[in-house]
């Protein structure tokens, strides 16, 4: 099966986990963001939980989980953030 190569731009504490500004996902052709953020989970199971509560963007613009994606879209993944 053929695999289209996300990038996955991270921000925060994604960013400290994986010690890079940027991952790359291979995810079947025309999957949606559901399906991006359990190829993610399966690969870092430990960020798993984080990846659930936070949003993802594609091309500058919140995504729901419907939305689907491809190899020239711009995909960052937010984590929530806390203030105080």
Known sequence: MTKDEITVWLFARFRELAGAEAISVGVPPASTVAELRR?????????????AASAVAVNADYASDDRVVGPADEVALIPPVSGG
């Open 39 to 51: 190829q993610l989970a399966l690969h870092w199971p430990d960020a798993a939980e984080l990846l």
